[in-house]
C-alpha cells in the first residue's frame, strides 16, 4: 500500500539506523535531498543498519535503492515493475475478507453505528482503473478516487473506494464482499486491503 501518510509512527520501536534509513528515504520522496546527496547518506545508514528494512518499494524509492547499490558495488536490483504484480488479483486477502471484516466489526467501539468500508485497489493501466471505477461504483455505491501513477508515485494507478455508511450485519458484509470478490481485475488489478 502507498505510505501517505509519512509523519505517522509505526506501533514498534525502531533503532536509530532504521530510523535514518527511513528518515533519508522520506526526505528523498519529498524532494529535499536529491539523489546524488541521498544514495551515499542512504548507503551509510543501510550498512549501520543491520537489521534491514522491510518496505513496499515505489518507483522513485526503487531508483535511490538501485544507485545505493551501485555505489555499493553490488549487483543491480530491477528498477521497473513486477511485470506479474496483478497475475493474482489480490486473491489470498481476498479469500479471507468477509472473517477478517466480520472480526474487525466485533470489535469495533462503534459497530452499531453507520459506519463506511475503505478499500484499496492498483490497476496495471488506466482502462483497467475505470473498469474498476465503474464497477465499484455500480456494485455497492461505492464513492472512488483514483490517482495516476506519477500523483501516487506508484507502478499503477491507486484506487481508494469508500462504502456508503451503513449499519453492518452479516448479510450485508457478506453481499458486499461478494461484490467485492467478483470486481473486474482481470489479471490488470488487485485488491490492496481494506479497514473500517
Request: with cysteine.
Amino acid at each position: 500500500m502507498s505510505t501517505s501518510d509519512s509523519h505517522r509512527r509505526p506501533p514498534f520501536k525502531l533503532s536509530p539506523a532504521e530510523e535514518a534509513c527511513l528518515r533519508i528515504i522520506h526526505e528523498y520522496r519529498e524532494g529535499h535531498l536529491a539523489l546524488e546527496v541521498a544514495a551515499p547518506q542512504l548507503l551509510t545508514a543501510m550498512q549501520a543498519n543491520p537489521r534491514g528494512l522491510n518496505l513496499e518499494t515505489s518507483p522513485s524509492v526503487r531508483r535511490l535503492l538501485a544507485e545505493v547499490q551501485r555505489l555499493a558495488g553490488a549487483p543491480s536490483i530491477p528498477t521497473e515493475a513486477d511485470p506479474d504484480r496483478h497475475a493474482e488479483g489480490g486473491r489470498e486477502m481476498l479469500s479471507d475478507l468477509d472473517a477478517w471484516v466480520k472480526r474487525g466489526l466485533a470489535t469495533h467501539s462503534h459497530a452499531a453505528q453507520p459506519l463506511s468500508i475503505r478499500c484499496t485497489f492498483g490497476a496495471a493501466s488506466q482502462s483497467a482503473a475505470e473498469r474498476l471505477k465503474a464497477w465499484l461504483e455500480e456494485h455497492g455505491g461505492h464513492r472512488v478516487s483514483v490517482e495516476s501513477p506519477q500523483e501516487a508515485d506508484s507502478d499503477d494507478w491507486e484506487l481508494t473506494a469508500d462504502s456508503p455508511l451503513r449499519v453492518w450485519s452479516d448479510v450485508t458484509v457478506d453481499e458486499w464482499v461478494g461484490w467485492i470478490r467478483q470486481a473486474p481485475f482481470g489479471g490488470e488489478a488487485s485488491f490492496r486491503g481494506c479497514s473500517l
